[in-house]
């Protein structure tokens, strides 16, 4: 292989910061497509946006002013700060981001992800101090076709559904009586300390007790903590009846679905698919359907999943529905890669032959002549 010329390091080097750029290249160049669902999540948020309406048109009919201090948005989702029902403190800037329609969408995330179909029945767990996300549950399930098993902790933090004559389950049955949501709470308790309303007035208690009152619904109110977990686990399987619980979903903090306040932060926030097993002080509804391998949607972090799904936080004056990562994915253009790697490959044939071609033209100028003749 005498005189055969090797490809010059200046060309190897160009080559190189040729391929280089081009795989820069390629690693930026994205394109934006709609995400699994995508219909199904533009339906649930804007049911949950209409349910939000409809219920502000209630709480302020025309004439009726707004806090615009703590709703600086007007979304009339915003409770009051204390009332006689109001349970423990919630902070207002995790109210605020709840009241993001889009949540819809990232309940459909959470129930598809969860392997649900439709016709399947769910565990729900609901307090009153996340109105809005209580909606947007709701409103994923019923765009999904599943049914959902309701048990309300009717007691609010701060800010949430705590006005004593417009509780939550005041809520959801103006929204079930106007068609929006297809769901009613099958019992409902008093919330609060160990479920039974501990650290609430006589009269707040009272309150709590005429709302479940005057919606119909079956009121849970045992002695102690552990009687009314019970008492929940025997009124979902009742209402399940030979159907299987496909998954567990719990919104708030509510004692009697997580056992222990404690356990709120030690249950992951969103869909877990299994959990892992700790040493829980107290085993709430959530965690005892979790045992049997069910998966559990826990909503309690509200400004982490706002984040992690790219929704603002708080969501600011306009909530425009289909805005946020929630909706669409962001993926490699795979026509620019494979473009750019069809111009690479060419670029480098083209090299190689060039650079046969000279070590060929070399070896024959440098080949010695013959003279005829010569004996």
């Known amino acids: 292989m005498s005189g055969f010329r090797t490809v010059s390091p200046r060309v190897l080097i160009v080559l190189a910061l040729l391929s280089v750029a081009c795989f820069v290249i390629a690693q ?24 939000q309406q409809a219920i502000k048109d209630h709480r302020f ?40 329609p889009n949540f819809g969408a990232v309940m459909v995330e959470f129930l598809t992800r969860a392997g649900l179909e439709e016709g399947d029945v769910i565990a729900v767990s609901l307090t009153g101090s ?6 947007a549950l709701l409103a994923a399930a019923d765009i999904l076709g599943l049914n959902p098993l309701v048990i309300t902790s009717v007691g609010s933090s701060t800010w949430g559904a705590n006005d004593p004559e417009f509780t939550w ?19 409902a308790s008093t919330g609060g300390g160990e479920d039974r309303g501990r650290g609430l007035s006589r009269l707040g208690r009272r309150y709590i007790e005429q709302a479940v009152e005057r919606n119909g619904i079956e009121l849970i109110r045992e002695r102690t903590l552990e009687e009314s977990i019970a008492k929940r686990m025997e009124k979902y399987h009742e209402a399940a009846g030979k159907r299987p619980i496909r998954a567990v979903v719990n919104i708030g903090g509510g004692v009697a679905s997580l056992g ?13 698919m299994s959990l892992a097993r700790r040493n829980f002080p107290v ?38 529905i289909g805005v946020g990562a929630i909706y669409f994915t962001e993926r490699l253009n795979c026509a620019v890669a494979g473009f750019l790697l069809f111009l690479l490959l060419l670029i480098l044939l083209v090299t190689i032959r060039v650079d046969l071609a000279h070590s060929l033209l070399r070896k024959t100028s440098t080949k010695p002549e013959i003279h005829g003749g010569a004996l």
């Open 130 to 135: 996340f109105p809005s996300l209580n909606i």
């Open 61 to 100: 009919p025309k004439g009726q002013e707004i806090d615009l201090v703590n709703d600086p948005y007007a979304t009339g989702m915003i409770g009051q700060e204390y009332t006689l029902i109001t349970t423990d403190r919630g902070v207002i800037r995790s109210k605020l981001t709840a009241t993001n």
């Open 169 to 187: 389950l005041d809520m959801e049955d103006l929204l079930y009586q106007k068609g929006l949501i297809r769901t009613r709470s099958i019992a």
């Open 283 to 320: 085993r709430g509804t959530l965690l005892l359907l979790a045992e049997r391998g069910i998966p559990v949607i826990h909503i309690l972090h509200v400004q982490k999943l706002a984040k992690k799904f790219g929704l603002p936080a708080p969501p600011g004056p306009d909530q425009e």
């Open 28 to 51: 930026n160049a994205t394109v934006i497509v709609r995400g699994n669902n995508y219909r199904e999540k533009l339906r649930a948020s804007r049911l949950a946006l209409l349910s």
């Open 260 to 272: 222990a306040s404690i356990n709120g932060k030690l249950i992951p926030s969103g869909l877990s």
